[in-house]
């Protein structure tokens, strides 16, 4: 019996010895191996800034307004042509505006473009285009003449010069509207008298709000086009233009806007593109050549559409 018993005693002592063992086991288990938290994916380095040769310049994404390249954007610089913008803009917002008004082309526009050297668009005394076509020819070959006749026709007054008068007031108007505050416009086309000026911020402004107008953006976008005119016989000729905005056909998107130059402004472009839903608008002013404002603007685009 007492083996038994002691047997019986071992066992115990073993069991519990065994139970403390598994307890111990239990409190010192190897640790869990502490889980690395994932490194968040690296940020790409933000798209460098470009250089351009223009002494202005101004880029936005047109949707959200936010501005994507500022270089001398509030500077007030001679604008050339992309005055012009502001002249399809004055007359696309008359009242009652019928595109298919006609206008008799008056001698005065001829002579007022030999008189200046102006760009032209070749309108022929007599003759009568609709005022659509006479955005076509303001827009495209840059037409000095067809701004001359959109001022005559849409200014008010008695005599011309009153008529012309009042459309500049009326560009100055709308400028001040658009809160434009660095703009002003002494002529209907570009060619000033010491007081045509604008910015490169403004006039992505003024790009922007005429760019919502279907008629402007349809002229705009188009590389080229044949239009059919009434002659002062009754008969008929076909005026042929050419933008000279080079973007459109070399920059795929591009959906306008206008060039400009001249001796003071030197090359100016005011220039659109959309991709994948987006559209970057901005302007380049007082860059080194034709060549350069392309240029120009093609880096401002590629930038605006990275940021």
């Known amino acids: 019996m007492k083996t038994g018993i002691k047997g019986v005693r071992r066992l115990s002592a073993t ?8 307890l111990v086991t239990g409190a010192f288990a190897a640790p869990a191996q502490a889980v690395t938290p994932k ?11 470009p250089a351009i040769t223009a002494a202005g310049g101004f880029a936005m994404n047109n949707g959200t307004g936010k501005a994507a390249f500022s270089k001398a954007a509030d500077t007030r610089r001679s604008m050339g042509s992309t005055t012009k913008i502001m002249t399809a803009q004055v007359v696309l917002s008359q009242k009652k505006l019928n595109l298919d008004t006609k206008v008799t082309v008056d001698k005065a ?34 037409g000095c003449d067809a701004a001359y006749a959109l001022a005559d026709k849409f200014g008010s007054g008695s005599t011309r010069a009153a008529r012309v008068k009042s459309f500049i007031g009326q560009m100055n ?4 509207n ?29 790009a922007s709000s005429a760019m919502k107008n279907a008629t402007f953006r349809g002229v ?49 472009l005011v220039f659109a593109a959309t991709r994948n839903g987006k559209t970057v ?11 350069n404002r392309t240029a120009d603007a093609k880096k401002l685009l590629d930038y605006g559409f990275k940021v």
């Open 281 to 291: 608008i901005g302007t380049v002013l007082a860059s080194s050549s034709v060549a």
């Open 173 to 176: 108007t709308a400028a001040k």
């Open 178 to 206: 658009l809160g434009l505050k660095n703009t002003r416009f002494d002529s209907f086309d570009g060619i000033g008298n010491g007081a045509n000026y604008s910015t490169p911020r403004d006039l992505t402004k003024l």
């Open 39 to 49: 490194a968040a994916p690296a940020k790409a380095a933000a798209p460098k800034a």
């Open 220 to 268: 705009v976008g188009t590389k080229s086009t044949k239009q059919k005119v009434t002659t002062k016989s009754g008969g008929y000729r076909y005026m042929s233009w050419t933008n000279t905005n080079n973007l459109l056909g070399s920059y795929a998107g591009t959906i306008g806007v206008k060039t400009g130059s001249g001796p003071e402004a030197k090359y100016c």
């Open 15 to 22: 069991a519990v010895t065994a139970a403390g063992a598994i």
């Open 109 to 142: 526009y001829s002579d007022y473009i030999v008189a200046k050297t102006a760009s032209s668009a070749h309108l022929i005394v007599g003759d009568k285009l609709t005022v659509r076509q006479l955005l076509y020819g303001l827009m495209l070959p840059s």
